[in-house]
């Protein structure tokens, strides 16, 4: 059974920085296709950024480029996502998801993704 298992949100203020992991288990970690998606209160679901544990590649959302970095430890088989420079709109739920390759191509919808964890709450002060 395929288990996701988000942590490191909290509180910041606007500037700082967050790490949050998922940590992944019961399936062949190295199968799969990992992101992280975020939903604001009233907004849809949305894309944060991806990684294809196989290859290492990578997609992001434009709107945390350059602040966002997803990245993996195979030994773990936990992603992370660390986040800098945090503004007041990156205050959502972040939600670790997984799925089997083929990986859905980027853009990516939440419907693309089978495997969920129940979220951790990031709240950035301005």
């Known amino acids: 059974q395929v288990q996701l298992v988000e942590s490191g949100g909290g509180s910041v203020q606007a500037g700082g920085s967050l790490r949050l992991s998922c940590a992944a288990s019961g399936y062949t970690y190295r199968h799969n296709c990992l992101g992280w998606f975020r939903q604001a209160p009233g907004k849809e679901r949305e894309g944060v950024a991806i990684?294809?544990?196989?290859?290492?590649?990578?997609y992001y959302a434009d709107s945390v480029k350059g602040r966002f970095t997803i990245s993996q430890d195979n030994a773990k088989n936990t992603v992370y996502l660390q986040m800098n420079s945090l503004k007041s709109e990156d205050t959502a739920m972040y939600y670790c998801?997984?799925?089997?390759?083929?990986?859905?191509?980027?853009?990516?919808?939440?419907?693309?993704?089978?495997?969920w964890g129940k979220g951790t709450q990031v709240t950035v002060s301005s």
């Open positions: 990684i294809y544990i196989g290859s290492g590649n990578t």
């Open positions: 998801a997984a799925e089997f390759y083929p990986c859905p191509l980027w853009p990516v919808s939440p419907n693309d993704y089978t495997y």
